[in-house]
């Protein structure tokens, strides 16, 4: 599977933005998919991930409530909608598939290249 996210960009804080991760390959249906960030000088961490039907979803607590994930399996796309969004939010956003329900990042085999998000106070 290869992954290829884009949406990042510049927006004020309190602003909104909505980034895409287009999958090539027929089995993308068979891969739980997460959004994951690194800051500067930070590791990377999870954001969110959601079931290979898109039933099941799991956020992390920074961003509960304000961010959205959800798929469209016959467009081959994971989405994740951000609102509210602060200055801590800023960080490059990347998207990744993983065989397993898990928040390892170990565990995602499959990464897109990254696309940046810059929340200005």
């Known amino acids: 599977v290869q992954l290829q996210a884009c949406g990042g960009g510049l927006v004020q804080a309190g602003g909104s933005l909505r980034l895409s991760c287009a999958a090539s390959?027929?089995?993308?249906?068979?891969?739980?998919t997460g959004w994951f960030r690194q800051a500067p000088g930070k590791e990377r961490e999870i954001v969110a991930r959601?079931?290979?039907?898109?039933?099941?979803?799991y956020y992390a607590d920074s961003v509960k409530g304000r961010f959205t994930i959800s798929r469209d399996n016959a467009k081959n796309t994971v989405y994740l909608q951000m609102n509210s969004l602060k200055p801590e939010d800023t960080a490059v956003y990347y998207c990744?598939?993983?065989?397993?329900?898990?928040?390892?990042?170990?565990?995602?085999?499959?990464w897109g290249q990254g696309t940046q998000v810059t929340v200005s106070s």
């Open positions: 990744a598939a993983s065989s397993t329900w898990t928040y390892t990042l170990s565990e995602y085999n499959y």
């Open positions: 390959g027929r089995t993308f249906s068979s891969y739980f």
């Open positions: 959601i079931s290979r039907k898109g039933g099941i979803t």
